[in-house]
């Protein structure tokens, strides 16, 4: 069903998130930091004979190989925002993305995990003031990445808190900066205790814990952003609002469906039934004050012609 271009809820199919360009922008600016970040280290580890501040300028060229899925996924969906190809636009690109990075996450979580076991039966020789010098900058380079990734949530207070705002590639991008923030702080905290008591074992065991952190937040972009790829039915507060304002004076909701398009966007398919039904559009104009949704189609069946249909199939 096409809608009418004057019809309240028809909004073409740019599903981009509200934020979308900032977003973009804050997440090319965290990528130039990691890179700037990685250049210093690597330069200082080679003029001053550094393992550890090499491998963590090498880390960091990994850490920016990560980030840019998302901020490549940021530039992909905006030039193809008016692609007629995608049927309901490119809104999903980001949590294609955000899937993408939580995955790899999840891989490195394991990766620190291994080389956490392994550590506590072949122990290795660890230079504590260059590894918590290189522990302490990582930190501080995340930190400032976390907080220029950092989502505002000031606007997503309609209905319940249920992140309708939530971009979920901002969120793989925070995570990742943030998994990296908290294995520096793990770090620097065995660090120090393997230097002052002689437990090289903290090492070891900051690792797996940290990992089991990352792990834990992989799991729920995974579920999250994995919903949303698959069209997982959207339940809770939305769902009854629809209801709730299309189910009066006798009219009653057959069949709905309410899922997620994009960031702050939301698509509905409504078979409504009524001794008197009113038109499509009007039962559109009940939910325009529902700003999240953004592409709503109306199936409207008389209740007397339901009853004639059902009892002829019988």
Request: aromatic content about 8%; charged content about 20%.
């Given at each position: 069903?096409?809608?009418?271009?004057?019809?309240?809820?028809?909004?073409?199919?740019?599903?981009?998130?509200?934020?979308?360009?900032?977003?973009?922008?804050?997440?090319?600016?965290?990528?130039?930091?990691?890179?700037?970040?990685?250049?210093?280290?690597?330069?200082?580890?080679?003029?001053?004979?550094?393992?550890?501040?090499?491998?963590?300028?090498?880390?960091?060229?990994?850490?920016?190989?990560?980030?840019?899925?998302?901020?490549?996924?940021?530039?992909?969906?905006?030039?193809?925002?008016?692609?007629?190809?995608?049927?309901?636009?490119?809104?999903?690109?980001?949590?294609?993305?955000?899937?993408?990075?939580?995955?790899?996450?999840?891989?490195?979580?394991?990766?620190?995990?291994?080389?956490?076991?392994?550590?506590?039966?072949?122990?290795?020789?660890?230079?504590?003031?260059?590894?918590?010098?290189?522990?302490?900058?990582?930190?501080?380079?995340n930190l400032a990445s976390?907080?220029?990734?950092?989502?505002?949530?000031?606007?997503?207070?309609?209905?319940?808190?249920?992140?309708?705002?939530?971009?979920?590639?901002?969120?793989?991008?925070?995570?990742?900066?943030?998994?990296?923030?908290?294995?520096?702080?793990?770090?620097?905290?065995?660090?120090?205790?393997?230097?002052?008591?002689?437990?090289?074992?903290?090492?070891?065991?900051?690792?797996?814990?940290?990992?089991?952190?990352?792990?834990?937040?992989?799991?729920?972009?995974?579920?999250?952003?994995?919903?949303?790829?698959?069209?997982?039915?959207?339940?809770?507060?939305?769902?009854?609002?629809v209801r709730e304002r299309?189910?009066?004076?006798?009219?009653l909701v057959l069949d709905?469906?309410?899922?997620?398009?994009?960031?702050?966007?939301?698509?509905?398919?409504?078979?409504?039934?009524?001794?008197?039904?009113?038109?499509?559009?009007?039962?559109?104009?009940?939910?325009?004050?529902?700003?999240?949704?953004?592409?709503?189609?109306?199936?409207?069946?008389?209740?007397?012609?339901?009853?004639?249909?059902?009892?002829?199939?019988?």
């Amino acid at each position: 069903m096409h809608q009418d271009p004057t019809d309240p809820l028809h909004r073409g199919h740019d599903f981009l998130g509200a934020q979308h360009d900032r977003n973009e922008r804050r997440l090319w600016l965290v990528i130039a930091l990691t890179l700037a970040t990685m250049v210093a280290e690597i330069v200082a580890g080679t003029v001053f004979g550094s393992m550890a501040l090499l491998a963590d300028g090498w880390h960091m060229a990994t850490h920016a190989g990560a980030l840019s899925i998302g901020a490549l996924a940021y530039a992909w969906a905006r030039r193809r925002v008016h692609d007629p190809r995608f049927v309901f636009g490119t809104g999903k690109v980001g949590d294609l993305a955000g899937y993408t990075s939580a995955v790899a996450l999840a891989g490195v979580a394991l990766l620190i995990a291994w080389e956490s076991f392994t550590r506590f039966f072949e122990p290795i020789s660890i230079r504590f003031d260059e590894a918590i010098l290189v522990a302490v900058l990582g930190l501080v380079v995340n930190l400032a990445s976390a907080w220029l990734l950092r989502e505002d949530h000031a606007h997503s207070h309609d209905h319940g808190h249920d992140h309708h705002h939530s971009d979920h590639n901002l969120r793989a991008a925070y995570l990742h900066v943030l998994a990296d923030a908290l294995t520096s702080v793990v770090a620097i905290a065995a660090l120090v205790l393997g230097r002052q008591f002689g437990w090289m074992w903290m090492d070891a065991v900051g690792g797996l814990l940290g990992a089991l952190v990352i792990l834990r937040w992989s799991y729920g972009l995974v579920r999250d952003t994995g919903g949303v790829l698959l069209d997982v039915e959207r339940g809770g507060d939305l769902a009854s609002a629809v209801r709730e304002r299309i189910e009066q004076d006798g009219d009653l909701v057959l069949d709905q469906h309410v899922w997620r398009l994009g960031p702050g966007h939301f698509g509905a398919i409504l078979v409504v039934e009524s001794d008197d039904p009113l038109t499509p559009r009007e039962y559109r104009a009940r939910l325009v004050d529902l700003a999240v949704l953004a592409h709503v189609t109306v199936e409207v069946r008389t209740r007397e012609n339901h009853r004639r249909v059902a009892a002829a199939r019988g």
